[in-house]
């Protein structure tokens, strides 16, 4: 008996530490990137939204040269792919007017929903609403630690999902 509650108890261990290596992977900026044909752009798709999810889940002051150069990565990516077509609208811009990282975190989340949505990703409601999403989930994070307090975006993590969908659908009439 006593046997048996061991091997539990080490199975248990073993499958969450197992699934907590495999939750933390680390991702990897990629290196010397060529971006020419669509095919190209395809081949980063799985890195692409590795990297948003990193910079998403990882604070604006840590590790600061991979930020950079993940950043760097992404916006060669997203200014080039024939398949991702993000639309900024003045409201978008004053969001991140105060704290220019969340720009990228509101083209991150746009670009993952429309990867991960082909059929949805002319859909500028919710395109948008996925942006504006990853500044909250950004702006939360890091809120007080290389995010300065910004009332507009204090506005919008007080709104539940409708409430947001609704001040987006405004904006963008």
């Known amino acids: 008996m006593l046997y048996e509650k061991n091997k539990t108890s080490s199975l248990i261990l073993l499958f969450l530490f197992t699934g907590f290596s495999l939750f933390s992977q680390e991702f990897e900026v990629p290196e010397n990137v060529k971006l020419e044909k669509a095919e190209d752009y395809q081949k980063y798709e799985t890195e692409v939204l590795k990297g948003i999810d990193w910079l998403e889940n990882t604070k604006i002051e840590e590790q ?21 077509s993000i639309g900024l609208e003045a409201f978008q811009l004053a969001l991140t007017e105060k704290n220019p990282d969340l720009l990228l975190s509101f083209l991150g989340g746009w670009t993952r929903f429309s990867l991960e949505n082909p059929e949805e990703k002319d859909n500028p409601l919710l395109a948008n609403e996925a942006g504006i999403k990853s500044i909250l989930k950004v702006y939360e994070l890091n809120k007080g630690k290389g995010v300065k307090k910004d009332k507009r975006v204090e506005r919008l993590l007080s709104k539940d999902d409708q409430e947001l969908r609704v001040w987006i659908q405004n904006k963008l009439n």
Do not use: C, H, I
Not at 64 to 84: C, E, H, I, Y
């Open 64 to 84: 600061m040269v991979k930020r950079q150069n993940t950043n760097a990565f992404l916006m060669q990516w997203m200014s080039g792919t024939p398949d991702v």
